[in-house]
């Protein structure tokens, strides 16, 4: 219970931006409290009762969308879901003066975006919590709901080989924050100018060390591969990238997680992906819906783990 109190009083009225202000232990007992929440509901409490929270989507989702949706309505909260295209962000008011009139009807913002500067500048001016949805640099809800994961499918943390195979976008920054700060060994295979920025390496180099981690950049998916106990990809084109980019996927076909990656792997490794997933390309049929895929129970822990962050971003 010390470390779920710690956290209470760390996220309760707290903007979450990204996972800079959580320690190691705090994203611990943040997923022990998401397990047991998928384990045994929320027992009647409705901390969100006679909340609204907006949920502001620039970019399409899926999963984070419903996730958060329905994690709201278990809390007992209404959600109003805002895109662009119904608010004045789509004629061009800025986001600060979005935040100021928002926060005036508003309990919280839940906001998927580009830059996460514009997310700053958006909380910055914002009275209520604001939670990043995504940004082109951060995902770290996705990367709590990876770490819950892993934490069902293997049981610690401290001594696995975490593999990302693909582009160093801003699922891998999030689940380089996550892993590094829980002690994982990690490894980052990506195609010579696709790497994670300098500064979330940097970062994250000093999380490993802290935690008594490890990781390593490196362009040889089979090298990051070999002897992983969690191989992870994700889309090798994100949401708003370039038509350049999209003209030259054959720099990631040596990405592929597929069987032959899978055997250099160890035995009972499990593979990860955030979804959606462009079959054929990043990953293979038969390894998506194999038995070392953990993608299912990965995508269902988005709701869990974000109910429990918005619990205790809204009071127990």
């Given at each position: 219970?010390e470390g779920?109190?710690?956290i209470?009083?760390?996220l309760?009225?707290?903007?979450?931006?990204d996972?800079?202000?959580?320690s190691g232990a705090d994203?611990?007992?943040?997923?022990?409290e998401a397990?047991?929440?998928?384990?045994e509901?929320?027992?009647g409490?409705?901390?969100l009762?006679?909340?609204?929270?907006?949920?502001i989507f620039?970019?399409?989702?899926?999963r984070t969308?419903?996730s958060?949706?329905v994690?709201i309505?278990?809390?007992?909260g209404?959600?109003?879901i805002l895109?662009?295209?119904?608010?004045q962000?789509?004629r061009?008011?800025s986001?600060?003066?979005?935040?100021?009139?928002?926060?005036?009807y508003?309990?919280?913002?839940?906001v998927?975006?580009f830059?996460?500067e514009?997310?700053?500048a958006?909380?910055?001016?914002s009275?209520v919590?604001?939670v990043?949805?995504?940004?082109?640099m951060?995902?770290p809800c996705?990367?709590l709901a990876?770490m819950?994961?892993?934490?069902?499918?293997?049981g610690t943390?401290r001594?696995?080989?975490?593999?990302?195979?693909?582009?160093?976008?801003?699922?891998?920054?999030?689940?380089?924050?996550a892993?590094?700060?829980?002690g994982?060994?990690?490894?980052?295979?990506?195609?010579a100018?696709?790497?994670?920025?300098?500064?979330?390496?940097?970062?994250c180099v000093?999380?490993?060390?802290d935690?008594?981690?490890s990781?390593?950049v490196?362009?040889d998916?089979r090298?990051g591969?070999?002897?992983a106990d969690i191989?992870?990809?994700?889309?090798w084109?994100s949401m708003?990238e370039?038509e350049e980019k999209?003209?030259?996927l054959?720099?990631f076909n040596a990405?592929?997680v597929n069987?032959?990656l899978?055997?250099?792997?160890n035995?009972d490794?499990m593979?990860?992906?955030?979804l959606?997933a462009?079959?054929?390309?990043e990953?293979?049929?038969?390894?998506?819906?194999?038995?070392?895929?953990?993608?299912w129970?990965q995508?269902?822990?988005?709701?869990?783990?974000q109910?429990?962050?918005?619990?205790l971003?809204?009071g127990l």
């Amino acid at each position: 219970m010390e470390g779920l109190e710690v956290i209470k009083n760390k996220l309760k009225g707290a903007n979450f931006l990204d996972l800079a202000l959580l320690s190691g232990a705090d994203i611990e007992a943040l997923l022990s409290e998401a397990v047991r929440i998928k384990t045994e509901g929320v027992k009647g409490r409705k901390p969100l009762s006679g909340k609204v929270i907006g949920m502001i989507f620039e970019k399409p989702s899926t999963r984070t969308r419903v996730s958060f949706d329905v994690a709201i309505h278990r809390l007992g909260g209404h959600s109003l879901i805002l895109t662009d295209r119904e608010l004045q962000l789509g004629r061009g008011e800025s986001v600060e003066d979005t935040g100021r009139v928002l926060s005036r009807y508003l309990d919280g913002l839940i906001v998927r975006t580009f830059g996460q500067e514009r997310l700053e500048a958006l909380a910055s001016a914002s009275s209520v919590p604001v939670v990043n949805a995504l940004t082109d640099m951060s995902h770290p809800c996705q990367a709590l709901a990876d770490m819950m994961t892993i934490l069902e499918y293997k049981g610690t943390f401290r001594g696995l080989k975490l593999a990302y195979v693909g582009d160093g976008n801003n699922v891998a920054n999030s689940l380089m924050r996550a892993s590094t700060k829980l002690g994982l060994v990690v490894s980052v295979s990506t195609p010579a100018g696709h790497e994670p920025p300098t500064s979330v390496v940097d970062e994250c180099v000093t999380y490993a060390r802290d935690s008594g981690g490890s990781l390593d950049v490196g362009t040889d998916p089979r090298q990051g591969a070999s002897g992983a106990d969690i191989l992870y990809t994700d889309v090798w084109v994100s949401m708003g990238e370039t038509e350049e980019k999209k003209a030259n996927l054959d720099r990631f076909n040596a990405y592929q997680v597929n069987e032959s990656l899978l055997e250099i792997a160890n035995d009972d490794v499990m593979v990860m992906h955030c979804l959606p997933a462009h079959r054929g390309e990043e990953i293979t049929d038969d390894v998506l819906d194999g038995s070392h895929s953990a993608v299912w129970d990965q995508a269902e822990n988005r709701l869990h783990a974000q109910v429990a962050l918005l619990e205790l971003i809204f009071g127990l």
